[in-house]
């Protein structure tokens, strides 16, 4: 038996664990959008070494505001000192100036991540307080714990029973700053009379968006959220605004589900189609980019530069197959796109690199930082993106500039790699090979 236990241990693992595909925790996806609401203090219950490491990040991106959280230690976990503590930390945050909601985020740890929502206050000092779970062990991406978060919100917060706003829709995704105002300036050519972007930073917008006559998830990874609206009768305007084809087609069926004139629909849907297709026109673009990432967005961003002129041999994403990413994904593999990897991990990013050729790649950074090492332009996918309009034709215009100008810098690595490569006689391999 002990021969049999010995040869099990060391046999070497064959495929990648796609339990969590290494990304950073789902749950800083939630605290940040959570932190970043006027009048949310976040109490997050949870070990020291996960508070540690999640109030640097929430610091780190900004949002200005400390977490309250209860300390808990292997003795408390132990002693079942959980729901006292969080109760502890909810009143704490409760006495904060200003406070409408308090979050309640509890994680892995077995204890913190069990927290009986019937033993914690539904109200403290007239804030609402809102448990919302995001252990990893359940949730694989942090894009996805920001779906957990705003479902969580929604639920509580929008008002959903009173009378439709019948021209008013909510974009749902967090973007871009300038893409809400730009998207909004479209629909309101078409006769949108509002637009409610979230997550956003104001309670009311949460409460207002259950009034909604449609919503838009401009991500695909929000799937909880658009099921929830879907309960409320709220009808989810699948795709988004992005290139020649997908942005006509949304206008379409966005005016359609509102009832919009469709004459003045469509002559709003043309006039963007033609701006599209202007940025198209103004630059040959020709070259292959691989589009790799956990932002859950990679392939939105893949099918913008496939109309762009770039070829997109390869995708990969760390959320999971789900009817709002397939129109991408079957758009894709209609226009050359050859391979599609959810859940992804570094080993099916790097199996990519051997079997395809490609000129750029945008990804993770350890990714990226193995296409640099055979002398591939490769940048960082969520800083580079994220820091650039992304819809209409007002993102293709950037994104296409974008890859142009990293097309360009090829020479310039294959150089650095050359002049390196006297000095190894093999390469570093990225996972240390």
């Not at 630059?283 to 002129?309: D, I, P, W």
């Amino acid at each position: 038996m002990a021969d049999l236990i010995a040869l099990t241990l060391t046999q070497p693992v064959q495929q990648p664990c796609k339990l969590h595909p290494q990304s950073m925790c789902p749950a800083f996806g939630a605290l940040r959008l959570l932190t970043r609401i006027e009048g949310s203090q976040v109490a997050m219950v949870t070990d020291q070494g996960c508070l540690y490491g999640l109030t640097f990040v929430t610091h780190f991106y900004g949002s200005r505001k400390s977490l309250i959280a209860p300390s808990l230690g292997t003795a408390e976990l132990m002693d079942g000192k959980v729901v006292e503590g969080a109760r502890l930390a909810i009143e704490t945050a409760a006495r904060e100036p200003g406070v409408r909601i308090i979050p309640v985020v509890s994680l892995c740890v077995a204890e913190t991540a069990g927290l009986p929502e019937e033993l914690l206050p539904r109200q403290a000092n007239g804030a609402e307080v809102i448990l919302v779970r995001v252990p990893a062990y359940a949730i694989h991406s942090h894009p996805e714990a920001k779906d957990v978060a705003v479902q969580a919100l929604l639920q509580r917060l929008g008002d959903h029973t009173g009378p439709r706003e019948p021209k008013t829709v909510v974009l749902l995704g967090e973007v871009f700053p300038a893409d809400p105002l730009a998207i909004e300036g479209l629909l309101r050519k078409m006769g949108v009379e509002a637009t409610i972007a979230l997550p956003g930073r104001n309670v009311e917008d949460f409460v207002r968006a259950g009034r909604a006559a449609a919503v838009a998830p401009l991500h695909p990874f929000y799937k909880l959220t658009s099921n929830l609206f879907r309960s409320w009768g709220t009808p989810v305007v699948g795709g988004a605004p992005v290139g020649v084809s997908g942005t006509f087609a949304w206008l379409r069926a966005l005016g359609n589900t509102l009832g919009l004139d469709p004459d003045l629909v469509l002559e709003v849907a043309n006039e963007e189609r033609e701006r599209a297709q202007a940025v198209v026109r103004s630059q040959t673009r020709t070259g292959n980019v691989f589009v790799t990432g956990y932002e859950g967005t990679e392939l939105a961003y893949a099918r913008v530069l496939v109309e762009a002129g770039f070829t997109v041999p390869y995708v990969s994403t760390s959320i999971g197959n789900d009817p709002l990413v397939l129109p991408d994904e079957m758009w894709l593999r209609a226009h050359g796109t050859q391979e599609i990897a959810y859940r992804k991990a570094l080993e099916d990013d790097l199996q990519a690199l051997d079997k395809y050729p490609v000129d750029f790649v945008l990804g993770t950074t350890t990714f990226a930082a193995a296409a640099k090492e055979r002398g591939i332009p490769a940048l960082y996918f969520t800083n580079q993106l994220a820091s650039r309009p992304f819809f209409l034709s007002g993102g293709m215009a950037a994104i296409g500039a974008m890859v142009d100008q990293a097309l360009g810098t090829g020479a310039r690595y294959e150089a650095l790699r050359s002049y390196f490569n006297e000095f190894n006689e093999e390469p570093v391999n990225a996972l240390g090979g």
